[in-house]
Nanobody, 129 residues
């Protein structure tokens, strides 16, 4: 599964960004999708995930109410809308795809990141004034 993430950049505290992740050579509607991040010197952590049908979403506690994951299967794309960004959100953000929503959920909410079917290459988000 090949994924291409984009949309990162430099944003001031309190600002917003929307990340996108497009599937290449794969039909993303067959997969649950998620976003993960890795800050400098820290382990990768889950951020959010969405089920194949888009009906279920899951978030890590620190982003609830600020981040929204969504998918547009017609565009073969998953999004992460990030609002009220703060310095602790600074990281490289990766998208991931897996046939199991549960597998992504445990990565996002329980910290058990598994060997998912596919990963994007990462896009850097820097929150700084």
């Amino acid at each position: 599964v090949q994924l291409q993430a984009s949309g990162g950049g430099l944003v001031q505290p309190g600002g917003s960004l929307r990340l996108s992740c497009v599937g290449s050579g794969v039909n993303l509607e067959d997969y649950a999708l998620g976003w993960f991040r890795q800050a400098p010197g820290k382990v990768r952590q889950g951020v959010a995930c969405i089920s194949r049908d888009g009906e279920a979403t899951f978030y890590r506690d620190s982003v609830k109410g600020r981040f929204t994951i969504s998918r547009d299967d017609a565009k073969n794309t998953v999004y992460l809308q990030m609002n009220y960004l703060n310095a602790q959100d600074t990281a490289v953000y990766y998208c991931a795809a897996d046939s199991s929503t549960q597998a992504l959920r445990v990565g996002v909410q329980d910290g058990a990141i598994l060997n998912y079917d596919g990963w994007g290459q990462g896009t850097l988000v820097t929150v700084s004034s």
